[in-house]
């Protein structure tokens, strides 16, 4: 039987057995698809809202794995936050179907796509899905950029307002002092990776542009030949010579990677690999985005001095 058709038999049940209605003296439901949107969400609702992600922080947000519960969540939501650029296309779209929710329709005030107001990289010029790339509508890893962080507070709040506008001081109270927070961080940021401005980095896949172009770092080379495309021998063999010519040492994998194609191509290129997450909750004191952030740019400093 299809995926799609187990899920819708099981959720009919499990939804008919739980109320549906919106009251908003109440959380506001807010369900981001990913751990990124829902730490966001959670800085901006504060106690106003309950947050879910749907996706959990150590699985691949392309590949998120469709469960039941997952319709019941998007069911009863008030407000569902997606990256949107097709983050999602693999995964979403028959769970919505099935969650019949009219309050999560595209375009109404409880839905919100990151993606929206974003200047997105990697857009290609010509694509063939056929061949499984990933990145159709450009590159959807955008919230390593503080400053897109920024323009999706700013719409979380908004539209966290319109949906419960009882809460708007409050939305705009957080938003104010979550972008003044991150202002002060961001220049700290900044002030650590300064000093390896230009540095050349290699990832499995292409999910660090942003956080590069943000702080002047350059993915010379992803182990991936296309997003979504397994490395092949003669891939890595150009990834190998590549990274020795430019004497690019830092590997950086996240915990759904495989870590074993990265070791190969490190040991003949004398490099590090780096286990790095992006979704908050994946590592170890990585819950906010401050703090998922700060892991990160401490632990990227620290390989940069170890193999400059
Ligand atoms: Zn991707």
Redesign the pocket.
């Known amino acids: 039987m299809k995926t799609s058709t187990v899920l819708t038999l099981i959720t009919a049940t499990l939804i008919a057995s739980g109320g549906t209605g919106p009251s908003l003296a109440r959380q506001l439901r807010v369900v981001a698809t990913t751990p990124d949107l829902a730490a966001l969400a959670r800085e901006i609702g504060g106690d106003a809202v309950a947050v879910t992600a749907l996706g959990k922080p150590t699985e691949?947000?392309?590949y998120v794995d469709a469960k039941p519960s997952h319709i019941v969540t998007l069911n009863r939501a008030d407000v569902l936050i997606e990256g949107g650029a097709e983050?999602e296309i693999g995964w979403l779209p028959p769970l919505l179907a099935s969650a019949r929710n009219d309050r999560i329709a595209a375009g109404a005030p409880g839905r919100i796509v990151a993606s929206q107001g974003i200047r997105m990289l990697d857009v290609p010029a010509t694509f063939d899905r056929s061949k499984g790339d990933?990145?159709a509508l450009g590159?959807?890893?955008f919230l390593l950029d503080p400053l897109n962080v920024k323009v999706i507070v700013a719409q979380l709040a908004d539209h966290f307002a319109q949906v419960d506008p009882q809460a708007a001081d409050l939305f705009q109270a957080n938003l104010n002092r979550f972008v003044a927070a991150l202002d002060a961080k961001l220049a700290e940021w900044q002030a650590q990776l300064a000093p390896f401005h230009g540095a050349r980095i290699v990832t499995y896949?292409?999910?660090f542009v942003y956080l590069a172009e943000r702080f002047q770092l350059q993915v010379i080379e992803t182990l991936e030949p296309k997003?979504?495309i397994a490395p092949s021998p003669a891939h890595l063999a150009r990834v190998i010579s590549t990274m020795r010519a430019a004497n690019a040492r830092v590997i950086l994998v996240q915990p759904y990677q495989n870590r074993r194609t990265a070791e190969t191509v490190a040991r003949q290129t004398n490099a590090v690999v780096l286990d790095i997450a992006q979704q908050p909750g994946a590592l170890d004191h990585t819950d906010t985005y401050f703090e998922l952030m700060d892991h990160m740019v401490r632990t990227l400093v620290a390989a940069l001095q170890e193999t400059k």
Do not use: E, V, Y
């Open positions: 691949d947000q392309h983050l990933l990145h590159n959807p890893h896949h292409n999910d997003p979504g």
